[in-house]
């Protein structure tokens, strides 16, 4: 039941996590095929072997994303259609950077689960999180209002709207500052490591400059991969709840500038490879 959520638990960087995002940039474009070989070989130009990729290709079928079938006697991966939900869901996000302007309007989600639905409870916790949320006390968390669909869809699969209440609000007010109350209900600490660590790994390669296609598809893929958890777990608060230094405007900008320099380049190394017979 839960698989349309998961989608964000392969650590980053692995190779789990590195077919995934594959799978996420390029096998809709394909027409959501691509045998089985082809694959192999675009994680060779990572630098991974055969067998450590089909093992991480065997995790995503396992976890619903792919599935095996053969087309024309090609034996291949298939997207499955929860993994097309993943997918678009996924792009909303890490192609589509966003922040909050102060003027616009809040998400609360309040709510109470009886104590034998505990583990469900627990589940509702980890997803909220994971899409950015915040929690300002146990059964209310606030998010940008730009999230509120994925509220209600977290609230679907686990079965509890009957649960919750959801309110919108353009205005919030607190004795203390707006900071204050982002350092209270966010872990920003957190957040910042996680965009000074994309910084730290993507500033050289968003200042490379000419590159082969297949040395594009290398950066570009692992660039995608080591930013793609960022831009669920940000909520992309206003700027009046963040301190003046935060990284999370740079290291858009870094991300932007990857893409426009790398993602062309890389898409005709996917082409040229899966043309091969």
């Not at 024309?72 to 939900?85: F, S, W, Y």
């Not at 980890?126 to 209002?145: E, N, R, T």
């Not at 079965?159 to 004795?175: K, M, P, R, Y």
Request: aromatic fraction near 8%; charged fraction near 20%.
């Amino acid at each position: 039941m839960l698989t349309e959520l998961d989608d964000l638990d392969a650590r980053t960087g692995s190779t789990t996590s590195l077919v995934r995002t594959i799978v996420g940039l390029y096998l809709r474009e394909l027409g959501g095929w691509i045998s089985s070989a082809h694959l192999i070989a675009l994680m060779d130009a990572l630098g991974t072997t055969p067998q450590v990729t089909r093992t991480a290709i065997s995790r995503l079928k396992k976890k619903g994303i792919l599935e095996q079938q053969a087309r024309a006697d090609v034996l291949g991966l298939q997207l499955t259609p929860t993994g097309e939900r993943i997918l678009a869901r996924g792009d909303r996000r890490i192609f589509e950077p966003r922040a909050m302007d102060p003027a616009d309007p809040w998400c609360l989600l309040s709510y109470s689960i009886p104590e034998a639905e505990r583990e469900r409870r627990h589940q509702l916790r980890k997803y909220l999180q994971g899409i950015g949320g915040g929690l300002m006390a146990p059964g209310l968390w606030i998010f940008p209002d730009y999230l509120r669909a994925e509220v209600w869809e977290i609230l679907r699969v686990l079965g509890l709207e009957d649960h919750a209440t959801v309110i919108v609000s353009n205005l919030l007010e607190f004795t203390g500052t707006a900071q204050a109350s982002a350092v209270a209900w966010w872990d920003l600490d957190a957040l910042s490591a996680l965009h000074h660590g994309f910084l730290d790994q993507n500033k050289a390669v968003a200042g490379a400059g000419q590159a082969s296609a297949a040395e594009s598809f290398a950066l570009y893929v692992r660039a995608i991969d080591s930013w793609r958890t960022i831009p669920y777990l940000d909520p992309g608060l206003p700027e009046n709840y963040l301190p003046g230094d935060w990284p999370g405007h740079q290291s858009a900008e870094v991300f932007l500038c990857i893409q426009a320099s790398h993602s062309s380049a890389a898409r005709s190394h996917v082409d040229a490879l899966t043309a091969l017979a």
